[in-house]
């Protein structure tokens, strides 16, 4: 059963190990459920096969003639499963993201010894929304107080499934990422428990010029730690009562909880791999690994596939400081390898989008023609259409709004929820509806003299509420450029523009001269952040009110 630890299996009763395998799979890491729903409903138990994302690597060696196998099993969990910058931090129900369970096992003649660790995002509700920044700014998004209780979900589960907790907190202890780390702290101190032991490490800096192997002073400082929690250890295979019992697991996290945790992993585990091998007899007690050529290089290599696995389920490449991991060496090619994939996880995350609604659909997240399976959708008593969503301030504040569709009147309502205040827009009035290309679930109106931004959580949600806006905005204005039907040929006009911070001049007619007989005229408007005039409450709307003004009304 992969989707369990040893010591899960080791620990299970007789009537736990004579169900269905479905039934005994952890639950966490049961990423096709919902795919396999109708078999559970009908019990076509041998139909229902549990399937687990992560890695797993099974290879074979001997030392001085005894042999073993290593294995090395990572189990992702579905719960707040996501794509790298769509999917930050924690939920409601304690638990985070890219949280991965890593187990290392040693098996040698019938022996048996497991050591876990895992890995997750850091347990707070934070973002970091994609951009057009390479590395975009984390922001906290719920304060520490209202945070205590997911928090302690997520130490209660923690803490249930194994025991004493080992914090590794790698991020940075300076500039935009040491505000996520301190936000960590804080709740572990507001937890206050004995079973929870947390070190901080900032592992750029300690680590800076490429001394990686300055990652083994990190190892000194928690070695009696990890040694006192141990790993599990069944002599006579896992149908037997575990001799040795795990006592605790080292929970380490960076911001994406791949680069920087896969070394630190490595580095815990290759330590650990020694007393595994001395429990099973296969080395001396206090024998190093590193006297051991080739079981030093099976391990790399091992660790190494499972850093480049975890990495390309959530970021789509494989990861970065691999060289590393993989041969013990930081190198140049390496560092080219690693700008290689910087670039591509630039690039990739542009179409998260894609990738975070096919897992929302294969978890069961959203049901193909189900309006109630999103939540965001309900209808009112007298017809309207209400869109449950958070509007997003020109400060990047989020409220809590309720979108509200009248068809009959042709009204937009906008219902901010703290105040239940509501501004009503006539659907005629829309002038721009442009969905979101870097947020999946966001979406932007914009009138004559307001404009809003609404994140509505999925693209689902979000393409409901723009077909329903078109529907009603063809039926009211039929002739309107914003629902047109694009002729075959187009020709367009393009006009770059670098505002540098400043507002346009009064006329911007000079600046179309060439837009006459033109279909189409796209304005790419560069450093355009100045101060809007007094009637207009964003740059956007200013902005848009002075090429209405400029084109004239042929152009919408």
Known sequence: DLTRSVAMQANSTEEERSEPLWKQADPAV??????????????????????????????????????????LLSRRSWHRAGIRYLTRGIDSKGHTANFVETEQIVESQGAIASFVQIRGSVPVFWQ????????????????????????????SLLESAYGDILVLNLVNQRGDEAAIGDEFRKHIQLYDSKQW??????????????????????????????????????????????SKRQAGVVRTNCMDCLDRTNVTQSIVARHVLGWQLAQCGVLGIGEPVSEHPEVERLFKVVWADNGDSISRQYTGTGALKADFTRTGKRSVFGMINDGINSLLRYVNHFRDDARQDALDLFLGRFVVGDLASHGAMTTGDDGTVHFECIKITRSGARRPTTVVLDVRSALIGIVTTA?????????????????????????????????????????SARERLAQLLLAMHARKAPKSPLLARPPEKVRALVVSWNLGRAPPSADL????????????????????????????????????????????????
């Open 30 to 71: 049961f990423w096709n459920r919902a795919a396999m729903s109708d078999f559970i409903r009908l019990d076509a138990h041998e139909l229902i096969v549990p399937l687990v994302q992560g890695h797993v690597s099974i290879e074979k060696c001997s030392v001085r003639g005894r042999e073993f196998t290593l294995i």
């Open 128 to 155: 970091q929304p994609p951009g057009i920044r390479y590395n975009p700014k984390p922001r906290i998004d719920v304060p520490t107080m209202e945070t205590v209780a997911s928090f302690r979900r997520h130490a």
């Open 197 to 242: 032991n947390y070190v901080a490490y900032d592992f750029h800096r300690e680590t800076k010029g490429m001394r990686y192997e300055r990652v083994e002073e990190l190892w000194t400082k928690i070695e009696p730690q990890v040694r006192a929690m141990g790993f599990t250890f069944c002599e006579r295979g896992i149908d037997h009562a575990p």
């Open 419 to 459: 105040k239940d205040e509501r501004k009503d827009f006539a659907v005629g009035d829309l002038a721009l509806l442009e969905r979101s290309t870097m947020h999946r679930g966001r979406i932007r109106l914009m009138f004559a003299t307001n404009a809003f931004e609404f994140d509505l959580g999925t693209a």
């Open 509 to 556: 007619a000079p600046l179309f001269a060439g837009a006459s007989g033109v279909d189409l005229v796209a304005v790419s408007a560069q450093e355009c952040e100045y101060t809007p005039r007094r009637v207009f409450p964003f740059v956007e709307a200013d902005w848009v009110d002075r090429l209405h003004a400029a084109l004239g009304e042929g152009f919408a």
